[in-house]
């Protein structure tokens, strides 16, 4: 499996580790008492997909940067990459 | 038809033709009393425990594809009970005792064979850990010995004693522990489930569950509709799909294991034997080929088969543990696709829906835990409620802070 890194093209499987579905972006607060389902969700459950997924992964031997790659999970195929940094800015986080 | 030596000299001699198919393969019935869906080593057991040990009948397992052609028949076939936690130790203990009388009382050979598992350590840090792993096995009424290495080097003197990186030190031993002929653990499960009645059907595929006021009524499958009140299911892999069509999300990411086969080679390696520095484990099975794995891969995956690196490092791990396997020829490897939960341990529980219950989140380990998963999830469904043995394997311990996790990674399931 090679990842199409969007700054630095095509890199080798093994420069990268594996975090998880990307909806780990969007920690839920869970200040308050109430919310504490929602961060159960948000920790511990996963939609698992067998299909396109998007993912978190980290560049750990190369420029460093998160990446959120799209991956069919049945054929291992990469649909696309883009840097997790861009994608949590275009959700209106601040980072 | 019982299986003796009696019986096979006589067929022998007449030329083996009174040998008849192991199961029926049955046309599903409209209703069931139960229902499991999943004909895999789980599957088949819980249906053989509930029939057998329960009294339950009317009885179907439905299986997607061909009988143990899922994990059943990808694993790496050890067998062990050298776990540490509380919530695990013991479930797998019993899961153990279970393999010593399987073959007695099922009436067929599975080929169990208690050659022992020995995990090698490499430092004065390890061999504590292992000291304290052994002290809680045998709490736990399991066995285990703790070996310097001048035992470990009797037992395999072909090990890289003197490594300079990773020098072997000794060795935790759990003697019980060995190996099993896994596709001959799906069949005899299932040969001793369809004599109690059991119908074991194939190529069934759940599509759905019907579902009303909060109760499972029946599932919808690719064979029609088929009524029960009660319904299991054991399909690890594949858990967070079919829950899904019940409404649920799991605390589990589907990933995918390796594992790999040697050409056949004279008998060199006495029994399981692991890597303490890396992830590498091997066995030689009784046909001659060195069986070994590693981790696995590492991301989400329904594919069934890896990728490079993972072999490699699997690979680096046996050169280094194990230099004489570098001249073996690798005949196979393969994938499957394993439940890793969020704990790296088992769910075995009721769900929110009635009648409904699930046991899955086996990660890389469910083989070893065939007898046991199948007993305590027949009393589950049998009695409703958890088996002693399995009272952690719940699935709200994760929101409840209850989690079991032996190797203290988090919710991080490719770190388990």
Known sequence: MRIPHPL???????????????????????????????????????????????????????????????????????????LARDVALAAGRDR | MRFSAFRLIREGLTGNRGWKPLWRDPAPGPAYDHIIVGGGGHGLATAYYLAARYGMRRIAVLEKGWLGGGNVGRNTTIIRSNYMLPGNQPFYEFSLKLWEGLEQEINFNAMVSQRGVLNLYHSDAQRDAYRRRGNA?????????????????????????????????????????????HDAVAWGYARAADRLGVDIIQNCEVTGFRIARGRVEGVETSRGYIAAPSV????????????????????????????????????????VITFGAGHFYVSQSDKGGLVFGGDIDGYNSYARRGNLPVVEDVAEGGMAVMPMIGRARLLRMWGGIVDMSMDGSPIIDRTPVEGLFLNAGWCYGGFKATPASGHVFAHLIATGQPHATASAYRLDRFERGLVIDEKGMGAQPNLH
């Open chain 2, 137 to 181: 096995m045998i709490l736990s009424g399991a066995d285990a010995r703790l070996l310097g290495r001048e035992d470990v080097r009797r037992m395999a003197p072909f090990l890289d004693f003197d490594n300079a990186r990773f020098p072997i030190r000794g060795g935790l031993l759990q003697p019980r522990g060995g190996t099993v002929r």
């Open chain 2, 232 to 271: 299991g299911v054991a399909v690890a892999g594949a858990s967070s799909q079919v829950m899904a069509m019940a409404g649920m999300r799991l605390p589990i990411e589907s990933h995918v294991l390796q594992a790999f086969v040697s050409e056949a080679l004279k008998p060199a390696i006495p029994g």
């Open chain 1, 8 to 82: 630095l093209g095509l890199r080798d499987l093994r420069e990268f580790t594996y975090l998880g579905d990307a909806a780990l972006i969007d920690r839920p607060e869970a200040t308050a008492d109430e919310d504490k389902a929602a961060l159960n969700a948000h920790v511990f459950l996963r939609d698992n997909p067998a299909g396109t997924h998007r993912e978190l992964w980290y560049h750990e031997y190369g420029d460093r940067s998160w990446l959120v790659v799209t991956r069919d999970t049945r054929t291992h195929e990469i649909l696309g990459a883009e």
